[in-house]
């Protein structure tokens, strides 16, 4: 059974560039988180995410930030017109349904380089 | 709202000796609480959990963390620390076991000295 795999490992983009991070959850999870770790800190959440709903969304910027998870496929975080501060790592977790749900698994993160 | 606190952002124990790492949370009332451990460059693993019951749990690697309410902690324990232990570890707590979002401490490093 394969781990929460998340591509790429490493993304570079100049300011104003659009960056996508994506998240495979493990077999079986249907609720998928996003945190941002940015450097000399802890992790931070961001959102929260069943198959094409979100759930809780009160830790995304209010512009330039989405997250969709969609029937099929990965869970998508799109940041549009990066900028510098953007700069940070970015977890993906998930969790399977059921009384075990808040045992959240992670990725090893994208590291999001902004020039 | 509920916070955690890692009093110590740096420790450094000697291979053999033993370790304690301090988690406080603030909340009112009893939550899920975690520990994560991220090795450089890496994920977080997740090292023990407590929900209910006794309040020492087991976890992998050798490591232990006891739950006092009284205190408002959770802090995370091994006896014997050994030089691959070294790596960043997080304390987290969640409200319920709804599938809610996890809020971390700002994490201890930890180095080991041979």
């Known amino acids: ?115 | 709202a509920q916070s955690v606190t890692q009093p110590d952002i740096h420790i450094t124990v000697s291979e053999g000796a033993s370790l304690e790492l301090r988690c406080n949370y603030s909340y009112g009332a009893t939550p899920y609480l975690f520990w994560y451990v991220q090795s450089p460059g890496q994920g977080l693993q997740l090292l023990l959990k407590y929900f209910s019951g006794d309040t020492l749990v087991q976890g992998i690697k050798g490591f232990e963390a006891e739950f006092k309410r009284s205190q408002s902690s959770f802090n995370l324990r091994k006896p014997s620390v050994h030089w691959s232990d070294a790596a960043e570890y997080f304390c987290a707590v969640a409200l319920n076991n709804e599938g809610n979002m996890l809020t971390f401490g700002g994490g201890t490093r930890l180095m080991v000295k041979p």
Request: charged share 25%; with cysteine.
């Open chain 1, 1 to 115: 059974n394969a781990g929460v795999m998340q591509n790429p490992r490493h993304l570079v983009r100049r300011r104003g560039q659009e960056a996508r991070l994506r998240c495979s959850p493990m077999k079986g999870h249907s609720h998928v988180y996003w945190y941002r770790q940015l450097p000399e800190e802890g992790l931070k959440f961001m959102v929260y995410l069943q198959k094409e709903n979100i759930i809780d969304e009160s830790g995304m910027p209010k512009e330039r930030f989405s997250a969709e998870f969609p029937k099929e496929g990965p869970s998508i975080l799109r940041i549009q017109q990066v900028v510098r501060g953007d700069s940070a790592a970015y977890f993906c977790a998930s969790s399977p349904p059921g009384l075990a749900k808040n045992i959240q698994y992670f990725g090893a993160g994208t590291r999001l380089s902004v020039l």
